[in-house]
């Protein structure tokens, strides 16, 4: 149930904070800095390191989502203009992230970030 709840808050807040990615390299060595101390986390461990600190859990995971938009040149605007599709985003975004870590406990969070961008903008 932490987990989940961990879970949701983070999305509402990671996938849709993060800016429009048109980085320089600095900034993309930058991001690569940030996200690989905590590529290590997977689903169970994120919930047990947090111990119910939701802002830890949304740090982690939007590095990881910044990572993933960059290395997939994503720019949430093409995919989102108004507040209404980008709240679908986020449900869609946040239903992914649920369904990724309950299938898979054990499961790279990175690689649940990953597939939750992948499948929430389908591509």
């Known amino acids: 149930m932490m987990l989940k709840n961990s879970i949701k808050s983070t999305a509402c807040a990671a996938l849709f904070v993060l800016p429009t990615f048109a980085v320089a390299d600095d900034s993309a060595e930058q991001l690569v800095q940030d996200a690989l101390p905590v590529m290590h986390y997977t689903c169970a461990s994120i919930a047990e390191e947090a111990d119910g600190d939701e ?24 995919h989102a203009a108004t507040d209404e ?36 903008l389908g591509l």
Request: charged share 25%; net charge negative; hydrophobic share 50%.
């Open 55 to 78: 802002e830890f859990v949304v740090a982690v995971v939007g590095k990881m989502t910044a990572l993933s938009l960059y290395n997939r040149q994503i720019n949430i605007e093409d």
């Open 85 to 120: 599709e980008k709240a679908q985003l986020r449900e869609a975004f946040i239903a992914a992230l649920s369904e990724g870590c309950a299938a898979d406990k054990n499961a790279l969070l990175g690689g649940v970030v990953d597939n939750a961008v992948k499948s929430t």
